[in-house]
């Protein structure tokens, strides 16, 4: 399980850009077990613009509308993005949910079941600062599942196999395993190969989605 988490702040409005990425890994998934794909997803670059057209192309995603819908509204505005940037990336859907979360956290995405949850305080926020580190976060919890689903035996659509060899020993708990900040620090976990990547992608997405 991936979580994302604030660092140090009282309330996700008070200072986003304290915000932070804390991830924990639970039991491998049985859902996307067999799932294959022969065609190669695009490269980090494309699927990166790729996304930032879709969110241009849903008017009810961006900030001066975003405000005028409702929680089930947003919930399903994010549900349609997801289904569309899954298509980009090669992977199946993930179901999205919102939900109460502890102080700080911001989202996560699990392989247990396959989901991605936001933190409900984040969606239903008409702050542009927590708006656009919402955005944020939904796009770089949804370059785990990516990840992952490349690290299964027949599954890879990832053009780059070294990314994938250095993913798959990360996710490997009798290789490298994934590094916690609390068991490991916040230094090991902030550059273990997973997270970096995909902090690296929500950022090529951000920028082209114009929220940077």
């Given at each position: 399980?991936?979580?994302?988490?604030?660092?140090?702040?009282?309330?996700?409005?008070?200072?986003?850009?304290?915000?932070?990425?804390?991830?924990?890994?639970?039991?491998?998934?049985?859902?996307?077990?067999?799932?294959?794909?022969?065609?190669?997803?695009?490269?980090?670059?494309?699927?990166?613009?790729?996304?930032s057209e879709v969110f241009l192309d849903h008017p009810e995603l961006q900030f001066e509308n975003w405000q005028q819908l409702s929680p089930e509204?947003?919930?399903?505005?994010?549900?349609?993005?997801?289904?569309?940037?899954?298509?980009?990336?090669?992977?199946?859907?993930?179901?999205?949910?919102?939900?109460?979360?502890?102080?700080?956290?911001?989202?996560?995405?699990?392989?247990?079941?396959?989901?991605?949850?936001?933190?409900?305080?984040?969606?239903?926020?008409?702050?542009?600062?927590?708006?656009a580190k919402m955005m944020e976060t939904f796009v770089h919890e949804g370059r785990h599942p990516y990840q992952y689903v490349n690290t299964l035996?027949?599954?890879?659509?990832?053009?780059?196999?070294?990314?994938?060899?250095?993913?798959?020993?990360?996710?490997?708990?009798?290789?490298?395993?994934?590094?916690?900040?609390?068991?490991?620090?916040?230094?090991?976990?902030?550059?273990?190969?997973?997270?970096?990547?995909?902090?690296?992608?929500?950022?090529?997405?951000?920028?082209?989605?114009?929220?940077?």
């Amino acid at each position: 399980m991936f979580f994302e988490e604030l660092e140090d702040v009282q309330n996700v409005t008070d200072d986003v850009e304290s915000m932070d990425d804390i991830g924990e890994v639970a039991p491998e998934a049985q859902a996307m077990e067999g799932v294959e794909s022969v065609e190669p997803a695009p490269s980090m670059e494309i699927q990166a613009k790729e996304i930032s057209e879709v969110f241009l192309d849903h008017p009810e995603l961006q900030f001066e509308n975003w405000q005028q819908l409702s929680p089930e509204e947003r919930m399903e505005a994010l549900q349609s993005f997801e289904n569309e940037v899954a298509a980009i990336e090669h992977r199946e859907a993930l179901p999205v949910y919102e939900e109460p979360m502890q102080e700080g956290l911001l989202g996560y995405f699990t392989e247990a079941d396959y989901s991605l949850h936001m933190n409900q305080d984040l969606v239903e926020s008409n702050d542009y600062e927590v708006y656009a580190k919402m955005m944020e976060t939904f796009v770089h919890e949804g370059r785990h599942p990516y990840q992952y689903v490349n690290t299964l035996e027949g599954c890879q659509v990832e053009q780059n196999s070294e990314w994938v060899n250095v993913w798959t020993k990360n996710f490997d708990e009798g290789d490298w395993g994934y590094r916690t900040a609390a068991e490991y620090g916040y230094d090991d976990y902030y550059m273990q190969p997973i997270e970096v990547d995909a902090r690296a992608f929500a950022e090529e997405a951000m920028e082209s989605m114009g929220l940077r």
